[in-house]
């Protein structure tokens, strides 16, 4: 069964009678795709800039003609062939059209199902554990794979000791990020945890004039640019706060270095709502961290008040006991023997009034 790229080649194969074509295919999110049947025709060479229909456009230059067809979220086909060859009919054009669209309809379906998979496959990985610091590893792990355009990123939580931003996890980093501990309002991950809006930058020059207009300080820009290796190969970067309600617990910043795909406001959107899945899952871990906590303490000082009341009981038996014997007038081997059962341990007492020991045995 062929797909539908195969049966849109051989419509065009049918149709075009031999006759040379080239087709530029942009898809969101900045990828792209490339067929020509003519070998002589340099695939580096871009199509012109043809202004979007909501249908298909007809456009002509250098002797050639183009066919525009135009979907949504920036999908779109040309079709390029020498203008001297062109003899396609209007109703090839509209069933053309319609194997386009459906082809992007069934992409944007299994990119959206493919989304949703690791969205939800995100979600039960960093709420399947209740460990703070397993969670919060798999929060970046997962975000990059809810965010397959993206490279690396790290997460931030605030401590309120210190009044910083700290990192807490990180991949594609080296460990000197540890040290990349800002202020509220400082720098990107500053700024976004202060006012709670997420930001996105599709330039390297975007991303260095946002560090500084935050005022980044000059050991945290130290400590960040040593942290990765080179950070002039940035294409783009994405930071959302993590938070509950209002109540803000850290953010979440990620990277895109080297891959094709482009990163857009719909993945912003995409990498907020995970953040928001993954603050539940902080949440959680901290609250189970804390009463777990509590939990030990106060095992602790169960076992500190059953040692007590274990003391407190064997003494009072003692006091008891020799009051006992002592009422009864049953002298002193008597006594240090029936101590001596008490403490379960070898007991001796010496007399020095009358020089002798007791038990008499007793050396």
């Known amino acids: ?115 949703l998979k690791n969205l939800i496959g995100g979600i039960r990985s960093i709420t399947s554990s209740l460990d703070l610091d397993e969670v919060l590893k798999k929060i970046v792990t997962n975000t990059l794979k809810v965010i397959p355009a993206a490279d690396r990123g790290f997460l931030q939580l605030y401590d309120p000791v210190i009044d910083r931003l700290i990192p807490k996890a990180f991949v594609g980093f080296n460990d000197r990020l540890q040290l990349f501990k800002v202020k509220i309002g400082e720098s990107i991950t500053g700024k976004v945890f202060e006012d709670g809006k997420p930001r996105i930058y599709h330039s390297e020059e975007d991303v260095y004039a946002a560090m500084d207009k935050y005022h980044i300080s000059e050991k945290n820009n130290d400590h960040i640019l040593s942290s990765i290796s080179p950070f002039n190969s940035l294409k783009s970067a994405m930071c959302v706060p993590v938070s509950i309600g209002e109540n803000r617990l850290g953010v979440m910043i990620v990277h895109q270095r080297s891959k094709e795909k482009k990163l857009t406001e719909y993945h912003l959107n995409l990498l907020n709502g995970f953040a928001s899945q993954a603050a539940v899952a902080i949440q959680n871990a901290q609250l189970y961290s804390e009463v777990k906590m509590r939990l030990e303490e106060v095992t602790e000082l169960s076992e500190k008040l059953k040692e007590k009341n274990q003391f407190l009981l ?50």
């Open 1 to 115: 069964m062929m797909t539908n790229t195969e049966s849109i080649l051989s419509y065009l194969e049918k149709n075009s009678k031999n006759i040379p074509y080239q087709v530029w295919i942009r898809k969101p999110q900045g990828e792209s795709q490339y067929v020509t049947n003519d070998i002589n025709i340099n695939s580096s060479v871009s199509p012109p800039s043809i202004p979007r229909n909501p249908t298909f456009t007809t456009f002509r230059q250098n002797q050639h003609v183009y066919l525009s067809f135009c979907y949504l979220e920036d999908y779109e086909v040309i079709i390029a062939t020498p203008e001297k060859y062109y003899v396609m009919k209007a109703e090839e054009l509209e069933h053309l059209n319609l194997l386009y669209k459906l082809s992007y309809q069934q992409e944007i379906v299994q990119k959206k199902d493919l989304e």
């Open 314 to 363: 064997k003494r009072n038996e003692v006091h008891e006991t020799l009051t006992k014997l002592s009422l009864q007038n049953k002298g002193a081997e008597i006594i240090v023997l029936e101590l001596k059962r008490m403490i379960g341990k070898s007991l001796s007492y010496f007399h020095a009034a009358e020089n002798v020991w007791y038990p008499h045995q007793a050396n």
